[in-house]
């Protein structure tokens, strides 16, 4: 792992985070969407967006580089999916690896960091959300003690997928 960098965004990373996360959903689900519906969901990586959120002490995001090049990043926060909080919660936001570095190991060093860092935010549980058709993700989170406990419609543009809501006890 000595060739990646794992560093925690800064209000400058803010363009970056807009590419690697649009490039990310775009190679990965991209090809399941209107370009409509694909464009309209990319506003949320807007660069304004990440400037919000950076400056937000509520989300921080872990970015991962090789090289210099962003290949990684998950972005933790408050809890915003459709649940009833119970007890101190954090929420996995979005984790996304491109392609060439899926694999790599840079997925589990990141997801170690994530749940290190919901637990020193004094999380008891952290949340996330994943595509119901993405079985690798879902093996993925189930190495880690995530588990189902509902699901909800993910908006892509006018168009709604079924996500997974999953959890894991910290």
Do not use: C
Request: charged share 20%; glycine share 8%.
């Amino acid at each position: 792992m000595s060739d990646f960098t794992f560093r925690n965004a800064t209000a400058a990373d803010a363009p970056l985070l807009s590419r690697i996360g649009a490039e990310s959903f775009t190679e990965t689900f991209g090809h399941l969407y209107t370009p409509e519906n694909l464009a309209a969901f990319l506003t949320n990586h807007s660069v304004e967006n990440w400037e919000r959120e950076l400056a937000d002490p509520l989300y921080t995001i872990r970015l991962v580089e090789q090289d210099g090049e962003a290949v990684a990043f998950a972005k933790l926060g408050p809890p915003g999916l459709p649940f009833e909080v119970t007890g101190p919660t954090a929420e996995l936001r979005q984790f996304y690896v491109l392609k060439p570095w899926q694999g790599a190991g840079v997925a589990q060093t990141l997801m170690d960091w994530v749940m290190a860092e919901a637990r020193a935010r004094g999380a008891e549980q952290l949340f996330l959300s994943v595509f119901v058709d993405n079985i690798r993700a879902q093996r993925f989170y189930a190495r880690y003690g995530f588990e189902q406990v509902g699901t909800y419609a993910f908006m892509v543009g006018s168009h709604a997928d079924e996500d997974l809501i999953m959890r894991a006890w910290l």
